[in-house]
């Protein structure tokens, strides 16, 4: 491809996909953490793999000149990452390969390579090429960046390692609500209501994605809600329903402040009813099931009217769940 397109073209080689466990790190490919070597891969009747050096297997395949980006060179933001693109083609590099080793690396590059204004040949697993296509294609009528907000009311266990994914995997700006204020009084909902909302709409532009989580995922900060019951006079369903109600509080005050949000994800499926019923919609448009009880849609009617909307059930899905779901959303977003 290279000998085709001529000496103006670059190859941005990046095997990494996610989704599949494959990982690029120190320049070695990984499978599911084992280096792609120690793998079923390696005893391929057809085309064996003796090497995990990403470089090792493509110098043995083409006689341009091949250079590697590491997870080091790749801390700075974007344009740093473009200026060592930058450096290394202008050293007569016509292959550079990349660390990756989730979705947000693969859409720095694709941002990074972007912003270089190189002309560039992927070369990867299909991953790469779709970030880097969707920061290339935009949609006409989105003008600004888009940003997610994901609302985590869940308590439940699996809820929280799908949180901890989510931290690990994407970088984002997060927010810890402690729900027992709201139930302590009405001016102490309103202090905490207020906190989250301007922790996040004064720190949302460092990341795409916002996350306002309950503390109740702690076991240790899980309400009792017994004593709050018999100090109201009101079932537990009513207790629950102030604090879903909170929440959807702070996810439409968060939505007013800041037009760059275009996507929201619910957890659990209260919060989800509490948001459509304070903004008054109609209902949400259903488009896609995307997992198991994760559903993805639009809301109708009301101030949110078509905001791109995923609400599942806080035990639904695996530890992966929350991040393939947020991947989803930033995907039908160009994000």
């Known amino acids: 491809m290279l000998d085709s397109l001529g000496e103006q073209y670059t190859a941005i080689v990046v095997p990494t996909f996610p989704s599949s466990g494959r990982t690029v790190v ?63 083609i202008s050293k007569g590099n016509r292959i550079i390969i990349f660390d990756a080793v989730t979705q947000e690396a693969l859409d720095l590059i694709a941002d990074a390579v972007m912003t270089s204004k190189q002309k560039v040949l992927a070369v990867d697993s299909g991953a790469f090429t779709a ?113 879903n109600d909170a929440f959807a509080e702070i996810t439409i005050r968060i939505f007013d402040r800041v037009k760059a949000f275009k996507g929201l994800y619910c957890c659990g499926g209260d919060i989800t009813v509490a948001v459509c019923e304070k903004v008054k919609a109609a209902g949400i448009t259903l488009e896609d099931e995307v997992l198991p009880l994760a559903a993805y849609g639009y809301i109708k009617g009301g101030p949110l009217d078509g905001c791109h909307i995923f609400t599942k059930g806080g035990s639904q899905g695996n530890q992966a769940a929350l991040i393939d779901c947020v991947n989803y959303l930033k995907k039908r977003l160009s994000i």
Do not use: W
């Open 131 to 243: 970030a880097l296509a969707r920061k290339a294609i935009k949609p006409k009528n989105q003008i600004a960046k888009s940003h997610v907000l994901v609302v985590v009311g869940s308590v439940h266990p699996t809820t929280a390692s799908q949180v901890d994914k989510l931290k690990i995997m994407q970088r984002t700006v997060s927010e810890t609500v402690v729900t027992k204020e709201f139930l302590e009084s009405d001016e102490r909902r309103e202090k905490e209501i207020t906190r989250v909302v301007e922790a996040i709409v004064e720190n949302y532009d460092k990341f795409p994605i916002s996350t306002v989580i309950g503390d109740g995922l702690d076991l240790k900060k899980r309400i009792d809600f017994k004593p709050y019951m018999k100090k109201m006079n009101l079932s537990l369903d009513e207790v629950s329903a102030i604090i």
């Open 26 to 88: 120190g320049g070695y490919l990984l499978v599911n953490g084992a280096l792609l070597h120690k793998t079923d891969i390696a005893i391929d009747p057809k085309c064996p793999v003796k090497v995990a050096k990403v470089s090792t297997i493509i110098k043995q395949q083409s006689k341009y000149r091949t250079t590697n980006i590491y997870s080091e060179d790749m801390m700075n933001g974007k344009h740093h990452l473009a200026d060592i693109i930058k450096e290394k």
